[in-house]
């Protein structure tokens, strides 16, 4: 029979855990990674892609770009654009990315990172020369219900940023009156604003903001409005009438003009997507890349989309961990060996109680559809998938009913893998059938420990900050399951188990 | 009280842990291309039949959906019956059907099962509901065995069976699995049959758990679980070793019934059999393991390792061969 020595295994988990930790630590050293996630700051990394047709002829891509966008400081700005040639201008107070190639054909696509420091109070507005109100033409009868408008707002304020704020109050109404009405029928809200104000002598003007949540894709930008008070540009959100720059919001633009020109293509757009690090204190000082080979292992250096769903994959071999420790040494059976983890994934990104709810809600309404579907003696794949398409109405209903309630859940219950559930839901009503409820609670229950714990590890701060920045330790993650496919000694439960032994001994 | 025992306790008695049987026994022993004689129960009939191992007659293999409405007219002539599917384990989705009445069936419990419910059994068989990953499955179904009398008194409406741990082809371990209400007339411990550990050296009855706790008397029955004896006991183990040659795998559970007509037949064959039965023994595996481990040269014949198996275990149920199991086994090669 097959029968080899395990000394030469057990040298190579040695070194799998020697070779994690040495390369941590070198990282560590090197690169003044902490290991700890509490000396970090937050860095936002915002992608700008830029996306047209070309038809063949000479290109060239202008992007505006932030300039000392209020509330961030810039860390790193990159070009990423095969065959064109990439400058940064500034003109006349503007920042542009500018791209330029001889010929193109075909879909085209340009991206521009850039790596942004919530500091606040930091940037401060810089004006050289007082901005005048810019002159705007309206044509009848435009012309009176902006009269009419202004005068009602003027009415109502004492200044030009009170102004600012009626007229956004009078536009937004849920039932704007004749006057804002017939004007929000000829331009958008933001650009509505900006002319009235201008009429009224106050200089406006319309900025691109984005606002920044951690792993958006397709993002688009926002008009804000900023007015002039004499001394500084003040910036109100148009659409509520809130008052300054939030927290959350970069002004990618401030400057007049469009954010894209593109010579020699068409249908251009531009999105972005954005992803929330945390970089060590030290590392935001030097900020640019330095050319040593543990940078270029740094994960850091993938493309933001990547990187978000990298960041959640990374903590799946701590689930594995979990389930192994829990199978292995525990004893506690589970419905579906990494179906825990899988829950656990979702639970991370609902967070654990309405997770938890939605869980166990989904399970239960489940459970009741599948004991009609089987009273219609349907064939066992079609029973599945009807369960899928179930599932994903009951999710919807769930959602729905959570957002209504005020709970942004609804959104990330998509996460819960629908496949999964429906199987899960499938296995659960055989076992109860044929087994009766007591197995369904131990081995439901026992996936919900497993996934609760595998959850609470996943979750824990350090585990993201340590899978992410040490991938490496991955290899003693690794080490340690191998060791523990090895373990030949009792596990927990079956110490209870085997409880009646004691009468025979001796 | 008795809620927990020592790891030292159990490892002085010896007793297999599940881990160890994964690794040592069943990785070690068991050659992965074998399993699908053994998870497969038609093949294993198949198997059974080229070796001279009797099992339960195969009256009908149900392949396809369409073949269901056929099955169901040529089912309408038989009383008795089992249907399983191939790929099943644990008792998984086992009819047995025990008589009729009118146009209903009866389960060995007595309750009724309609046309259309056996119809609905069989598509979720093909559809492999409870086949291993779910993959499709054939169903079959097999003559019903009528337990012999002598020991069908102890068994709740269901076939009691005999498990025999066959190591390497010695029996080295085996009990009787008598089905219980609980089990719904299936003799598969989990579902609650009651197990009764037998003397290897005479098929007398040594102790009964039923879901892990020791029991004296049959919990539906009432009866002494002590007095049972099973009769051909040489030739049931014999039957069991043979089919070491049949599969060629080292560490198997082989399970045997006893037909009123027809005498000891081969019910299936496991690949990874249960832990449950040392606990019906009141004692561990390991010795016994150990023990066949250290044979400087192994038997030929069934009949021979049966014989040494049985001599073993003769001078008392328990404790003598324990040459208290060693620190590590150091590799054997078989
Ligand atoms: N032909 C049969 N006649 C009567 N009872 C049967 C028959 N086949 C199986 N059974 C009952 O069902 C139980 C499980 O059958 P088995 O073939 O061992 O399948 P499994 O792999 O699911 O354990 C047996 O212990 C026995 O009690
Ligand atoms: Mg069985």
């Given at each position: ?5 395990r ?24 690169l ?15 992608e ?21 966008p ?43 990172k ?16 007082l ?37 956004i ?15 929000l029928?000829?331009?958008?809200l ?23 949540e ?16 004499g001394n ?31 010579v020699?293509?068409?249908?251009s ?57 829990l ?5 506690i059976?589970t ?6 983890v899988?829950?656990?994934?979702a ?52 959602s ?26 499938e296995r ?22 497993v ?5 609470l ?19 003693v ?30 | ?35 699908p ?12 039949d080229?070796?001279?191992v ?42 047995v ?19 259309i ?61 008598l ?14 049959a ?12 040594l ?10 008397q ?12 099973i ?38 064959l496991n ?51 324990c ?12």
């Amino acid at each position: 029979m097959r029968q080899y020595s395990r000394t030469p295994f057990r040298i190579g988990i040695g070194l799998l855990i020697l070779a994690g930790v040495s390369l941590a630590t070198i990282r560590h050293l090197e690169l003044g990674v902490p290991w700890w996630p509490g000396e970090q700051r937050p860095v936002w990394r915002v992608e700008a892609r830029v996306d047209f047709q070309a038809s063949g002829e000479p290109v060239s891509v202008r992007l505006n770009i932030p300039d000392q966008p209020p509330g961030f400081r810039i860390l790193t700005e990159q070009a990423t654009s095969p065959g064109y040639g990439f400058t940064l201008q500034e003109q006349q107070g503007e920042r542009f990315a500018q791209w330029d190639i001889r010929q193109a054909e075909g879909p085209q696509t340009l991206f521009f990172k850039t790596r942004l420091l919530p500091e606040p109070q930091a940037a401060q507005d810089r004006e050289s020369e007082l901005p005048t109100a810019s002159q705007v033409f309206l044509e009848e009868p435009s012309a009176t219900a902006a009269r009419a408008l202004l005068t009602q707002a003027q009415a109502q304020s004492s200044g030009p940023a009170s102004l600012a704020r009626a007229l956004i109050r009078q536009l937004t109404r849920a039932t704007p009156d004749q006057n804002a009405q017939l004007l929000l029928d000829h331009a958008a809200l933001a650009e509505t604003l900006a002319q009235l104000l201008n009429h009224a002598g106050i200089p406006a003007r319309l900025v691109d903001g984005l606002v920044l949540e951690d792993a958006r894709r397709q993002q688009r930008l926002l008009p804000w409005l900023q007015i002039h008070d004499g001394n500084h540009w003040i910036t109100f959100n148009p659409r509520t009438g809130e008052q300054g720059v939030p927290e959350q919001v970069l002004l990618w633009r401030q400057a007049r003009g469009p954010v894209l020109e593109v010579v020699g293509g068409q249908d251009s757009q531009v999105r972005f997507s954005m992803l929330r690090q945390t970089l060590p204190a030290t590392q935001v000082g030097q900020a640019t890349a330095t050319g040593s080979v543990m940078t270029a292992l740094s994960l850091y250096q993938l493309p933001v989309e990547q990187q978000g769903m990298f960041r959640l994959l990374l903590l799946m071999p701590f689930g594995a961990l979990v389930v192994c420790v829990l199978r292995i040494l525990i004893g506690i059976r589970t419905a579906g060996t990494f179906m825990p983890v899988l829950i656990a994934v979702a639970f991370v990104q609902t967070s654990l109680l309405p997770g938890l709810a939605a869980f166990l809600s989904l399970i239960t309404l489940g459970l009741l559809l599948r004991g009609y579907l089987s009273s219609l003696n349907l064939l066992l794949v079609s029973r599945i998938s009807a369960m899928i398409v179930l599932v994903l109405f009951l999710t919807a209903a769930l959602s729905l009913i959570g957002y209504h309630m005020g709970f942004s859940t609804g959104m990330t219950l998509t996460f819960f893998p629908m496949v999964i559930l429906a199987w899960t839901i499938e296995r659960m009503s055989i076992l109860w059938d044929e087994e009766g409820p007591h197995e369904v609670f131990i081995q439901g229950g026992g996936s919900l420990l497993v996934a609760i714990l595998a959850y609470l590890i996943m979750s824990a701060p350090l585990a993201e900050h340590l899978s992410f920045n040490f991938p490496e330790l991955h290899l003693v993650v690794l080490g340690l399951i191998l060791l523990l496919g090895q373990y030949t000694g009792y596990k927990l439960t079956e110490l209870r188990r085997f409880a009646p032994m004691r009468r025979y001994s001796t | 009280m008795m809620r927990w025992i020592r790891p030292r306790a159990l490892q002085q008695q010896g007793m297999l842990s599940m881990n160890q049987r994964n690794i040592d026994y069943i990785g070690r022993y068991n050659d992965r291309r074998a399993y699908p004689l053994v998870d497969n129960k038609l093949k294993t009939k198949t198997l059974a039949d080229t070796w001279d191992v009797p099992s339960p007659a195969l009256l009908q293999v149900v392949k396809a959906q369409h073949e269901i409405h056929q099955f169901l007219d040529y089912v309408a002539a038989l009383d008795g019956f089992a249907i399983k599917p191939a790929k099943g384990s644990g008792g998984k989705g086992i009819l047995v059907i025990a008589g009729r009445e009118g146009n209903d069936f009866i389960k060995p419990s007595g309750s009724r099962v309609s046309l259309i419910d056996i119809e609905r059994h069989l598509s979720n068989i093909l559809a492999g509901l409870y086949s291993l990953g779910g993959s499709p499955d054939v169903a079959i179904i097999e003559a019903l065995v009528r337990a012999d009398p002598l020991l069908s008194r102890y068994s709740h409406q269901g076939v009691p069976d005999i498990r025999v741990l066959v190591f390497k082809g010695y029996p080295v371990m085996a009990m009787l699995r008598l089905a219980t209400a609980a089990s719904d007339g299936k003799a598969n411990l989990h579902q609650g049959a009651v197990g009764v550990g037998l003397n290897l050296a005479n098929g007398h009855a040594l102790n009964a758990v039923q879901f892990d706790q020791p029991i004296e008397q049959h919990p539906d029955t009432g009866l002494p679980l002590k007095d049972i004896h099973i009769t051909q006991w040489a030739y049931l183990l014999t039957m069991a070793s043979r089919c070491y040659e049949a599969t060629g795998l080292g560490y198997m559970g082989v399970d045997l019934v006893v037909d009123a007509f027809q005498g000891p037949l081969l019910l299936e064959l496991n690949a990874r059999p249960g832990l449950a039965i040392q606990i019906a023994n009141g004692e561990g595996l390991l010795p016994r393991l150990n023990a066949v481990e250290a044979l400087p040269r192994p038997h030929l014949t069934p009949e021979a390792r049966v014989a040494w198996a049985r001599e073993q275990a003769a001078p008392s149920a328990s404790g003598v061969l324990c040459s208290r199991p060693s620190t590590r086994r150091d590799g054997v090669p078989a």
